[in-house]
T-cell receptor
């Protein structure tokens, strides 16, 4: 079945690292994504990882994928106030056609001074 | 490109009224998606189109909801009659399919309040 779970809230201090976690249940997922939603806006793609990779780094962002445990994480180094937002993980199934993404519940990241 | 454009940004209506939400996808994109976001249920896929044809409408909650895509540059989501439980943010998203990856581009959403 399709079910993507995240913790609802995370608070970190400015300058610290943030780690947002996600678990998914469908082992046939091909791509896993992280989207960011700022207040009053739509979701924006942050980064993604292909299912045959373990890690992907993109500037301050590091994505780790543990396929055995179906666990995905997003690490934000040197977290800034501008990183405050809701972060969604999403999985794309290997449907052979275009993306039908299943989104997680979203994690609200609060960055404090 | 201006991105995915949705209108209106906010809609307040009374129960029983018809509501029409509009979306203009990014030019050249061949897939269009309608999502609904609520606190209780998160982000739900309602329906999506490929080349203007509805592919999967299994997420449409009930017959009061309908969606059309008369051409590649325009789609509507209609609720008739509207009910208070339809209050949510409705997002439209579009993408160009790629076998290796594709990225969804979201509009800013329509905040719907049904009183």
């Amino acid at each position: 079945g399709e079910d993507v779970e995240q913790s609802l809230f995370l608070s970190v201090r400015e300058g610290d690292s943030s780690v947002i976690n996600c678990t998914y249940t469908d082992s046939s997922s091909t791509y896993l994504y992280w989207y960011k939603q700022e207040p009053g806006a739509g979701l924006q793609l942050l980064t993604y990882i292909f299912s045959n990779m373990d890690m992907k780094q993109d500037q301050r962002l590091t994505v780790l994928l543990n396929k055995k445990d179906k666990h995905l994480s997003l690490r934000i180094a040197d977290t800034q106030t501008g990183d405050s937002a809701i972060y969604f993980c999403a999985e794309r199934l290997n449907t052979g056609t275009a993306s039908k993404l299943t989104f997680g519940t979203g994690t609200r990241l609060q960055v404090t001074l | 490109d201006a991105g995915v454009i949705q209108s209106p940004r906010h809609e307040v209506t009374e129960m029983g009224q018809e509501v029409t939400l509009r979306c203009k996808p990014i030019s050249g994109h061949d897939y269009l998606f309608w999502y609904r976001q609520t606190m209780m249920r998160g982000l739900e896929l309602l329906i999506y189109f490929n080349n203007n044809v509805p592919i999967d409408d299994s997420g449409m909650p009930e017959d009061r909801f309908s969606a059309k895509m008369p051409n590649a540059s325009f789609s509507t989501l209609k609720i008739q009659p509207s009910e208070p439980r339809d209050s949510a943010v409705y997002f439209c998203a579009s993408t160009f399919y790629s076998a290796t990856n594709e990225k969804l581009f979201f509009g800013s959403g329509t905040q719907l309040s049904v009183l």
